[in-house]
C-alpha cells in the first residue's frame, strides 16, 4: 500500500521525511514483520525490534520519539479506528460476504467447527484484523454489531430471525437438550432447549452456504446460564441440585426466558431477581410474591435467602456474586 493513502484512509499525520513511500503489508505482530512492512504499534515497546526487523514505517498514537528518519513515522489519533478503517480498505478487494445476526447466533458459532470458508469473529479490531487481514477469496463472515464493530465492512446480509424447525428433538430437561439434525443424533448437549430456535438459523445458514462443519460440546456463552447450588449458595456439579440461578445480564432476552420457563418448569417454583430501575419488567411479572427487587448486586443472594424456589432467573448480574461464598468441597452426605 502507498503511503499517501495509509496517510488518507487514517486520517493521520506524518511527522518526517521519510525516503519510503510505499509498503509491502501492514502488521500487526512485531514476530510477523519483514522487510518493506508498515507496523501497526499497538504494543509501542516492540517499535524498535519491528525497525530491526525491516518495517518500513511504524503507525502510532502515543508520543514516540523517532529513532530512524529514513522510514515513515505516522501518528494516528486512534490506532484502533485507523485499523479499521485499513482493514476495512483491505476486504473492498475480497469477493467475500458479510452476514449480521445476534449476540446467541454468532456465540453458538463460534463453538462450532466449520471448513476454513466461514469466519464467525468477535473481539477486539485487534483480534479481528488478524483473523481477516489474509482471508481468502469467497469467504464467508459472520458477526454481531453489538460485539464488533459494523464499519468494518462496507455491506452486510442481516440474518432473518425465522424459525427453521429443522431440528428434531428427542429429549430435554431445561439445560440439555438430545436431538437429531440431517440423520445424526446429538445425545445430552449441553444447550438449553431455549436456544435451539438459534442453533436452528445458524444450521440453516451453513445449509444454506454449503458450509462444511461438525458439532462439539456446547458450553455456556453468558446467556441462561444456569449455576446449581446448595441452600448456601456453594456451587455443586451439573444436574446434583434441585436449586439453580440462572443467570442473564441482558434485558431483552428475559421476557422469552420468563415465558420458556413458565411453559417448561410448570411443576417449580420460580422467582425472578431484577434490577430496581427496569420498571418495566417488573411491571410485566404478574405474581409479585416471585418477584425479588435489588439496588445493589450484593443484596441478591440475602434475598434469595429469603425464598424458596426451584430456579431463579437473576437478571442482569452474572455468576461471579456467588464468589463471595465459601466453596466448601462436597462430602457424603451434602447432596442439596
Not at 499497538?42 to 530491526?52: G, H, K, T, V
Not at 437438550?177 to 443424533?185: A, E, Q
Amino acid at each position: 500500500m502507498r503511503l499517501e493513502n495509509v496517510l488518507a484512509l487514517t486520517h493521520a499525520k506524518l511527522l518526517n521525511s521519510p525516503f519510503v513511500s510505499n509498503f509491502t503489508d501492514i502488521v500487526f505482530d512485531v514476530k510477523n514483520v519483514k522487510r518493506g512492512d508498515l507496523f501497526m504499534a499497538f504494543d509501542e515497546s516492540s517499535i524498535e525490534d519491528a525497525i530491526l526487523n525491516g518495517a518500513y514505517g511504524i503507525v502510532f498514537s502515543k508520543p514516540t520519539q523517532i529513532s530512524d528518519s529514513e522510514i515513515a513515522w505516522i501518528k494516528v489519533q486512534n490506532l484502533e479506528d485507523a485499523l479499521t478503517r485499513l482493514l476495512r480498505f483491505k476486504l473492498l478487494d475480497k469477493n467475500i460476504k458479510v452476514y449480521e445476526t445476534n449476540e446467541i447466533v454468532l456465540k453458538l458459532a463460534l463453538q462450532i467447527v466449520t471448513d476454513p470458508s466461514f469466519i464467525a469473529i468477535s473481539g477486539n479490531i485487534l483480534d479481528i484484523a488478524k483473523q481477516l487481514w489474509n482471508i481468502e477469496e469467497t469467504s464467508y463472515i459472520l458477526f454481531c454489531p453489538n460485539l464488533s464493530d459494523k464499519n468494518i465492512f462496507t455491506q452486510t446480509i442481516e440474518l432473518s430471525n425465522t424459525t427453521y424447525k429443522n431440528i428434531n428433538i428427542i429429549e430435554q430437561t431445561l439445560f440439555e437438550t438430545s436431538f437429531i439434525y440431517n440423520d445424526i443424533f446429538y445425545e445430552r448437549q449441553l444447550i438449553s432447549p431455549f436456544f435451539i430456535p438459534y442453533l436452528e438459523i445458524l444450521l440453516h445458514l451453513f445449509k444454506h452456504l454449503k458450509v462444511d462443519f461438525r458439532l462439539r460440546k456446547f458450553s455456556p456463552i453468558g446467556h441462561f446460564e444456569a449455576v446449581f447450588t446448595n441452600k448456601r449458595f456453594e456451587i455443586k456439579e451439573f444436574g446434583t441440585s434441585d436449586k439453580v440461578l440462572i443467570f442473564e445480564k441482558s434485558s431483552t432476552l428475559v421476557e422469552s426466558q420468563i415465558t420458556f420457563l413458565q411453559n417448561e418448569a410448570t411443576w417449580a417454583k420460580i422467582v425472578y431477581v431484577v434490577p430496581y430501575h427496569d420498571t418495566k419488567l417488573i411491571n410485566k411479572i404478574q405474581n409479585k410474591e416471585s418477584l425479588i427487587v435489588y439496588k445493589n448486586k450484593n443484596e441478591i443472594l440475602n434475598a434469595l435467602r429469603k425464598h424458596h424456589f426451584n430456579f431463579a432467573l437473576v437478571i442482569g448480574a452474572d455468576k461471579n456474586i456467588l464468589e463471595s461464598v465459601v466453596q466448601i468441597q462436597p462430602s457424603l452426605f451434602d447432596f442439596k
